[in-house]
């Protein structure tokens, strides 16, 4: 082979080496689908033992079964967000986090309580309670059995003897109404004896005197009384 054959031969090679390295890795056309194969499955169950030999011949093991194919792909999990979900994780949080507040189950809510040792006019205190998705408590107060419960929250903290709830007749005087707008009667407010009674008192106090037993007086809406707030879900 002359020399200038062989460096024709040569460059011809080169050529071929570099196409095979840029292209390689490309397996279809432009209008092919490229499949893509994933990592093996696990190792299948071993095989069939074999059957037992002749007379002083010992049997044999079969062969180990070849690897399982790869799984399929699961499904995409699904966020619930509906009302309801969403609610329970607001409680679980709560729950969790706000472990200052007393909850308390009645019926199929759960209500929480927590004493806030800060001294605030009723219209602060209410404003305070809302602050943090609460209200100034109303059904701890109105419910005998929960507020029992309430009461014993109020009773094992230090601090103000007064205490703002969520009652008023700021719309209408003399025509108490709770802050969940439930119409207070006699039933479901504990009153003090001879209350509610002067005109000026517009807004109502749990009063935490221990020969009271934590009961209920109208007052000052512009006094400052530590306050109880309530949420519920």
Same mark, same amino acid.
């Given at each position: 082979m002359s020399e200038m054959l062989r460096h024709l031969v040569l460059v011809l090679l080169t050529y071929l080496s570099f196409l095979r390295l840029v292209h390689g890795h490309c397996c279809c056309d432009q209008d092919d689908t490229e499949q893509i194969i994933g990592p093996p499955g696990r190792p299948g169950k071993a095989g069939i033992k074999g059957s037992q030999g002749n007379a002083g011949e010992p049997g044999r093991d079969g062969r180990i079964g070849i690897n399982g194919s790869k799984g399929e792909k699961g499904e995409s999990g699904m966020c619930d967000c509906s009302e309801l979900a969403t609610s329970q994780k607001l409680m679980m949080f709560d729950l969790l986090t706000h472990r200052d507040w007393k909850w308390i189950s009645y019926g199929s809510n759960i209500y929480g309580y927590q004493l806030f040792k800060e001294a605030k006019t009723y219209q602060q205190a209410? /404003? /305070?309670?809302?602050?943090?998705? !609460?209200?100034? /408590?109303?059904? *701890? +107060?109105?419910? @005998?059995?929960?507020?029992?419960?309430?009461? /014993?929250?109020?009773?094992?903290?230090? *601090? =103000?003897? =007064?205490? $703002?709830? *969520?009652? #008023? #007749?700021?719309?209408? +005087? &003399?025509?108490?109404? $709770?802050? #969940? *707008?439930?119409?207070?009667?006699?039933? &479901?407010?504990? $009153?003090? @004896?001879? %209350?509610?009674?002067? !005109? @000026?008192?517009?807004?109502?106090?749990?009063? &935490?005197?221990? &020969? %009271?037993?934590?009961?209920?007086? #109208?007052?000052?809406? =512009?006094k400052t009384f530590h306050y109880l707030c309530e949420k519920f879900y």
């Open positions: 209410r /404003a /305070a309670c809302e602050a943090v998705q !609460a209200t100034l /408590a109303c059904v *701890g +107060m109105r419910i @005998p059995h929960v507020r029992e419960q309430v009461k /014993a929250v109020v009773r094992n903290s230090s *601090g =103000s003897t =007064s205490i $703002w709830i *969520g009652l #008023d #007749d700021l719309e209408r +005087m &003399n025509h108490y109404v $709770w802050l #969940d *707008g439930v119409v207070s009667n006699r039933e &479901n407010t504990d $009153w003090l @004896p001879n %209350q509610p009674d002067t !005109a @000026p008192e517009r807004c109502v106090e749990l009063v &935490n005197y221990h &020969n %009271q037993n934590e009961r209920l007086n #109208d007052n000052i809406c =512009s």
